[in-house]
Structures are given as structure tokens and as C-alpha cells.
């Protein structure tokens, strides 16, 4: 397994291309965007992770990887494209679809092929087995299928693809064992053989897990508003509990994993999955409670203006995948409420981004949507010259609210019922 194609060059997929060059594979990144593949060429990187640059300029100038928009005949093909989700809540798999179908010609007997987009159970066994017997070749004997589902948090992707536990599940065992083999050749974490469809499943139920227990933190932070309490306090005091372990609260659920992948489980069975459909409800209707505060809070103002910090679905990164604070803006505008948003990281947004001074000018209720670290240093005397009305919501609770209410801003926290 000298030679590895992998198709796509996203968040994903470019750090597993990355990684398996610089240990010595011959690497094909393929991507259908051109500008992404020229980037990549260059030894430079078109999404924002901490030391990503460094190990795609090692990989580039080692020789051992390269890009291009079409894949090559290669030992092994590993499936890294978006499993996004449609209007309708419904998984689409038209890109896994599409890569499957384009390696088909160029399988040779022995190729090994890995889905790792994490996909609804039953993608391998009801899509990818199908499409692969298109070659002739007989999988379990002459091709060797496995689905291997990345388990990184962005932010820590290259760390946490290395030092994490791997679940591998296979065809069969000899699929699973020669899956194993590559990823053994970098993941120091524990690498767990089991089938297919069993895999799929651990991958989805791990991000619905963790959507349901945020929807509980969420409809818990409501009621301590309600309640006139903290919900910051009341989780810390529950943790304390040694089989507690309840979520933070926020503006809602982003990124393209927990927000997408329960409806998954939603799609296959409708009946079944009531409790995973609710939570899924809570969280997406988190931004209109956002909304509903800051109303709130420019109550009678006339012409009110929000600054919002923050685009990303979460701190110190780019990523504005399903992001909440997209979802929280889009409701402004449809209150004719004027904003203006700030975002150190996003370079490229769907709406106007500015400067941070222009941000807070004559702004009446300033929003902290996403936990950048950034923003922890922002000076709450400088931001008060600025500002027409000295009104601060912290749906994230980053801030040192003294230093914020000493500076004489009304300070709401969402989980907080206290002023």
C-alpha cells in the first residue's frame, strides 16, 4: 500500500492527505475545485487549522504529495467528501456517490478503498458495495472495503488525528486488518476493528449523543432565565456529580458534524427517533431565542443597531458550517434590525465583514456569538466610547462581565436569569 488517492481536500481530507505523505505514502489529493488543488500545489492551505500549513508545505515539498482535480490508479482510495444535508433534512450523498463511481475504472486487484465521511449506517453495504461491483472485481478477494470515520474536533484536527482512538469496520477481517495497517502506520490512539455498518453507527450516535445532552444544557438554560439563576452555576454544581456530564449552553448547534449528523438516524427511522428529533428541534431553535433577547434589549430604540462578534460555528476557527450565528443574523435582517459582524478568522463570509472599531460604532446591544479568544482582550472602556448604548449579550459567557459592568454596560448572559 505504497500509492493513496484521496478524494477530497477539505477538512478532512487534506490533513489525512497531509499525514500519510509526510510518513512516506505517495499521496494524490483530488478535488473537484481547481483553485483548491492549485493552493494545495503550492504548499498553502484553503481552511484555517492550527499547523496544518506546516504539514502540507512538508508534504508538498517532500515530493509526496500532490493534488489534481481527477484521481490516478493507486493502491488505495480513501472517500473524504462532504456528506452535507439537504433542505429536507435528508443526507445527501451525491458526492460520496459521485467519487465512488469515478474510482471504479481505475480499481486494480488488491486496492483497498475507506470511506471516512461520516455517512447514514448502511452507505457501505447499500451505495459503495454496488457501485464497486460495477469493476468486476469480487470485494473480500480481489478489493478490500472499509469505512474508518474521523473522530478530530476542529482546532485540534492534526493532534487528535494522531493521538485518537480509531474505529475501523470492515467488509470483512481482511478488509478491517488492511485498513488497520494504514492508519497503525500514524495513530498512536487504539485502533477498533468491527463491521461496517456497526462503525457507521458508533460515528453518528457519538455526535447525537453529544447534539442531545447540548439540547438539554439549552432547554436548562432557558429555565434558569425563567428561574432567575445561573445556569453556568447550576451545571458546575451538577458536574460535580461522578456521573454527571451536562453541556455547555449556547446560541445553538453548529459545524458539520453534530448539527448534521442525528438526522441521519432521523431520516432511517422516523418512529424511532423521537427523543433525537426534539433535541435536534431545541438546538436549531436556539437562535431564535437569541433573537427574541436582543429585542429585548433595543426595546425602544428606534433604528437599533447589533454588533456581532462572530461568524464561526465555534471559537478559533473559520468554519461557518451550519453555523448558528449565520441562522441568529439572517432572523435580524428579517426584523429589519441593522447589524454590523465582526470575525477574525472567516475570510470568507456571505455577508460584510468589519473592523472592530467600525463594528461597535454607534452599535446599541453588542452580541458575542462565537468564543473566539480573541475577543476576551477586547477593552470594555475603549468598546464604551463607541457604542450609543452600552448593552452587552453574551450567549457564550466568555467575558469578565465585572470589567464589562464597571464599565457601565447592562450585561446579559444567555443561561442567566441575573442583569
Known amino acids: 500500500m505504497n500509492t493513496v488517492c484521496v478524494m477530497g481536500l477539505g477538512y478532512i481530507g487534506l490533513p489525512t492527505a497531509s499525514v500519510l ?131 478530530v474536533l476542529p482546532g485540534r484536527i492534526l493532534k487528535e488525528f494522531i493521538a485518537n482512538d480509531r474505529v475501523v469496520g470492515g467488509f470483512d477481517e481482511e478488509s478491517a486488518r488492511r485498513a488497520r495497517d494504514l492508519y497503525a502506520t500514524f495513530v498512536e490512539g487504539d485502533i477498533l476493528l468491527t463491521g461496517m455498518t456497526t462503525a457507521e453507527l458508533v460515528k453518528v450516535l457519538e455526535n447525537t449523543y453529544r447534539d442531545v445532552n447540548i439540547a438539554l444544557a439549552n432547554e436548562t438554560a432557558i429555565l434558569c432565565e425563567a428561574l432567575q439563576v445561573d445556569f453556568a452555576e447550576v451545571a458546575r454544581l451538577a458536574n460535580r456529580h461522578p456521573r454527571v456530564n451536562v453541556h455547555m449552553a449556547g446560541p445553538g448547534v453548529g459545524g458539520h458534524c453534530i448539527s448534521v449528523d442525528p438526522w441521519f438516524l432521523v431520516e432511517a427511522f422516523p418512529e424511532e427517533t423521537r427523543l433525537i428529533r426534539t433535541a435536534r428541534a431545541r438546538n436549531d431553535g436556539m437562535p431564535a431565542h437569541v433573537v427574541k433577547t436582543i429585542q429585548e434589549l433595543v426595546a425602544g430604540v428606534e433604528a437599533p443597531k447589533i454588533a456581532v462578534l462572530g461568524l464561526a460555528f465555534k471559537g478559533n476557527v473559520d468554519d461557518m458550517r451550519e453555523s448558528p450565528s449565520a441562522r441568529v443574523i439572517e432572523l435580524l435582517h428579517a426584523e429589519g434590525i441593522a447589524l454590523a459582524a465582526h470575525d477574525p478568522y472567516v475570510k470568507h463570509s456571505p455577508i460584510e465583514l468589519h473592523s472592530l472599531e467600525d463594528c461597535f460604532k454607534d452599535a446599541d446591544c453588542l452580541a458575542v456569538l462565537t468564543d473566539h479568544n480573541d475577543y476576551k482582550y477586547i477593552n470594555p472602556r475603549q468598546v464604551a466610547k463607541l457604542m450609543r448604548r452600552r448593552v452587552l449579550y453574551d450567549t457564550r459567557n466568555i467575558l469578565d462581565h465585572n470589567d464589562w459592568c464597571d464599565a457601565g454596560f447592562q450585561v446579559r448572559v444567555l443561561g442567566s436569569g441575573k442583569c
Not at 21 to 38: I, R
Not at 78 to 91: G, H, N
Open 21 to 151: 505523505a509526510t510518513n512516506g505514502f505517495q499521496v494524490l489529493g483530488v478535488d473537484v475545485n481547481p483553485s483548491v488543488v492549485d493552493t494545495v500545489n503550492q504548499g498553502n492551505i484553503h481552511i484555517e487549522e492550527p499547523g496544518l500549513h506546516t504539514i502540507v508545505r512538508a508534504a508538498i515539498q517532500s515530493g509526496n504529495l500532490r493534488a489534481a482535480t481527477k484521481p490516478e490508479c493507486c493502491d488505495v482510495y480513501i472517500i473524504a467528501v462532504p456528506t452535507p444535508l439537504t433542505e429536507d433534512k435528508r443526507a445527501n450523498m451525491d458526492y460520496v456517490r459521485a467519487a465512488t463511481e469515478e474510482i471504479v475504472p481505475l480499481l486494480k486487484p488488491g486496492a483497498l478503498i475507506v470511506l471516512e465521511s461520516t455517512s447514514p449506517p448502511g452507505t457501505c453495504r447499500d451505495l459503495l458495495q454496488p457501485i464497486l461491483a460495477q469493476s468486476g472485481l469480487t470485494l473480500g478477494k480481489d478489493l478490500f472495503l472499509a469505512h474508518c470515520p474521523e473522530r
